[in-house]
């Protein structure tokens, strides 16, 4: 009897641990609506601190590429600003090359000296071109002869010069000269004003006359 007893509440006492074991782990458990189970214990360590570091590098990633987006943009500003001065600069000095070819012409033009009138009118030539080339290569020669009989002698001096107007290859200038001239039969030089309009174009790396008119 006693040993049936003792084995009775072995058998219960085991039973009881079950149950106790049983419910530690449903305690550990629970279960949603879908019946799957879910882990109601403390979340590891770790993982706590792995997740706390994704979280502080979202928003240093999301500002490091904002900064990169910045620096590109301003990168990109900096170039165009940089093109535009460029060209801005590259305009001005193109404006100032056709205004003192333009000058040079008008000069070049009212200022013959019979002794070397050859070397005037070739030297006028030389910066000439198109259909103004055409017309004053015809009538060098005698415009030449002319000058040499009179014993003529001008000297053309800027008074006043702008551009008209002006392309990114041609322009117009207008140029206000005073010219004197002498000749053999004369004591004293005569003075004259005028005023030219000048046609000038880019010849590759040239700028040439190719008009020359005179205005009132």
Known sequence: MLFRTATRTAESDDDTESDHAESADEDTTTVDDGGTAVAEENEDP??????????????????????????????????????????????AAQRTQFLAVGRQAAINLTT????????????????????????????????????????????GTPTASGLESATADTAQVLVAMSVKTTSAGSQEPTSRSWRMRIDVQKVGDDVKVSKVEFVP
């Open 46 to 91: 770790d993982d706590a601190a792995t997740n706390t570091e994704r979280q502080w590098r979202s928003p240093q990633r999301l500002a490091l590429c904002l900064g990169t987006l910045m620096v590109l943009a301003l990168g990109a500003l900096g170039g165009w600003l940089s093109y535009q001065t460029y060209q801005s600069h590259q305009g």
């Open 112 to 155: 013959i000296d019979w002794d070397h009138a050859d070397a005037d009118v070739q030297r006028i030539l030389d910066s000439a071109t198109g259909t103004f080339y055409d017309d004053f290569a015809q009538r060098s020669a005698p415009f030449i002869e002319v000058v040499k009989q009179a014993q003529s002698k001008s000297a």
